[in-house]
């Protein structure tokens, strides 16, 4: 990532050893609408926290909390410091450092959707330097987006270097989709507008991109000819938990798939970007995303499973079912799905994509699977399943290649998996960062590289429509599956039918 940081205009130095050093410490006015809400006080503020820590934040820089609530700066920044305390992983947190990183802290009580409110209070605290980046950060629900970017450029915030950035959802389908990014993109500029996406900030994502593109030796057989399939699984063993009323409006398919799973299978699917920069790189994404399969309502019977959780046992405790936590006597929104996905494209034709995700599954786990096809004349008796390159997203991040090997144990020439392993942890010696840290200050950089896309979000949505509608239609009736379980049988029976399993647990 080294070069496009580089030519993103970055102040990184790049070292004759072609390492990036740590970044020189930015100096930035950073507006957090919603500074009280969960994803502030979860995600943001830890993440900006442990930036802080490495030094890549400046004294000057200010972090400016607005929300409704009638609190004062000293009581917003105990708020944040009780958040610190809790979510910084303890192994990082500091009294003193959090005490100066709360330094550049600030407050303002405003409805921010409401233009006619008194707005001198943010306006002052902004610089008035023209190139200093200004980014306004909308941890709202999506139905701000745009009264919010009406309102700061009615009051006339915007400059040069402002941005504003989005969180996902991007609306619930194309039609609202797309009057979020026509009403944010009466103010913004399209380079001025990060759409977050935060699968995106994973290293082991990013890493795709190294692994497929730095690699020839993996990038010469991924293709038709050498690959068989592919598994893009997302397991979560937690429940909907107080998310329910936005939960059930947006189910799996919206809530994991339109967004996180289809970058991922972007990544993995692409051609090689001209350069990585992020207009080549979002190009190529793109392609696959227009390049997926639409789905006929006879596909969606075939070729798509979708399923409620019921009460079970999660991590040895038993759990209500999703309707109990819902609150709800009936709902027919799925919190698990599998769904076959084919690419039309030279490179792809006839490998199939298998992506499944769920709520209340057996364990948390994220992985990509690229099957390899096995050999094509066999001269082995006993072949055994043929090699699996597994990308661990997360947890225990790695990857591994599953190998056939003689066995030393046999007195015959028989053969046993092996499997080479590199756990990046170990390797790297390092800490993994959490996804928000690389996107904030990706955002204040300008570097749009880790951001979705207007045409993306819009190819996905047209991907994903009608799949809604056709569940809505009850072309693929709704299943269910007991809490703690790896997701209802007829998920294995899409792979059954095509001769491959999906792989359980890679932990
Ligand atoms: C969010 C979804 O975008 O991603 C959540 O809204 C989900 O429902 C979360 O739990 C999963 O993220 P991660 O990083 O834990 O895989």
């Known amino acids: 990532m080294a070069e496009q940081v580089a030519a993103a205009g970055s102040s990184s130095k790049i070292q004759a050893d072609g390492k ?17 809400g969960d994803l502030t006080m979860r995600k943001l503020l830890p993440a900006f926290y442990e930036c802080f820590r490495r030094g890549q934040i400046d004294g000057s820089a200010k972090i400016i909390g607005v929300a409704r609530s009638p609190l004062s700066a000293e009581g917003y920044r105990s708020k944040a410091q009780a958040a610190l305390k809790d979510f910084v992983a303890s192994a990082s947190y500091d009294d003193a450092i959090s005490r100066d990183f709360l330094g550049l802290v600030q407050y303002v009580s405003l409805d921010m959707s409401g233009r006619d409110a008194d707005w001198t209070g943010l306006a002052n605290q902004l610089s008035a330097e023209k190139e200093r980046p200004r980014v306004f950060y909308v941890a709202t629900a999506p ?4 009264p919010t970017a009406d309102a700061i450029a009615h009051n006339k915030l915007i400059t040069e270097s402002s941005r504003i950035v989005l969180e996902k959802p991007i609306g619930t389908d194309q039609a609202t989709a797309a009057e979020i990014n026509d009403g944010v993109g009466q103010h913004f500029t399209e380079e001025q507008i990060f759409r977050i996406d935060h699968y995106l900030g994973k290293q082991t994502v990013q890493n795709i991109l190294a692994l497929r593109f730095a690699n020839p030796i993996l990038e ?12 893009i699984t997302a397991a979560e063993t937690v429940g909907v938990g107080k998310r329910g009323p936005y939960y059930d409006s947006a189910g799996a398919l919206r809530d994991m798939v339109q967004n996180h799973l289809l970058q991922v299978l972007s990544l993995v699917a692409m051609e090689p970007p001209t350069a990585f920069s992020a207009m080549d790189l979002r190009d190529e994404k793109l392609k696959i995303l227009r390049a997926l399969k639409p789905m006929s309502d006879h596909d969606i019977a075939t070729d798509t499973v979708r399923a409620q959780y019921g009460e079970g046992r999660v991590d040895g405790e038993q759990v209500p079912g999703y309707l109990e936590d819902l ?5 027919t929104t799925e919190t698990c799905l599998a ?18 995700t769920g709520k209340r599954m057996a364990r948390k ?3 990509v699977v690229v099957q390899f096809r ?40 028989r053969l046993k998996e092996a499997v080479l392993d590199v756990d990046y942890v170990k390797a790297f010696n390092t800490r993994y960062p959490d996804s928000y840290e690389d996107l904030l200050m990706a955002a204040v950089r300008g570097d749009q590289v880790l951001f979705i896309r207007r045409d993306e979000v819009e190819a996905s949505w047209r991907w994903i429509e009608p799949i809604l509608r056709g569940w809505e239609k009850n072309v693929r009736p ?15 029976e899409l792979l059954a039918r095509d001769g491959f399993v999906w792989k359980e647990s890679i932990q």
């Open 143 to 146: 139905k701000l987006y745009v």
């Open 220 to 231: 010469r057989v991924w293709n038709a000819d050498s690959i068989a399939h592919v598994q």
């Open 374 to 413: 096995p050999q094509p004349w066999a001269i082995f008796t006993d072949n055994p399943e043929p090699g699996q390159l597994v990308l661990r997203i997360q947890p225990n991040e790695g990857v591994s290649l599953s190998l056939a090997s003689k066995d030393p144990a046999s007195e015959q020439y």
């Open 20 to 36: 990036q050093s740590v970044p020189d410490a930015a100096a930035f006015d950073f507006v957090i609408v919603g500074a009280t």
């Open 327 to 331: 609150g709800a006597p009936v709902s």
């Open 365 to 367: 786990e994220t992985t």
């Open 478 to 492: 709704l299943e269910t599956y007991p809490a703690g379980d790896q997701g209802p049988a007829s998920s294995d």
């Open 339 to 356: 769904i076959r996905a084919e690419i039309r494209t030279a490179r792809w034709a006839g490998v199939p994509f298998y992506i499944r």
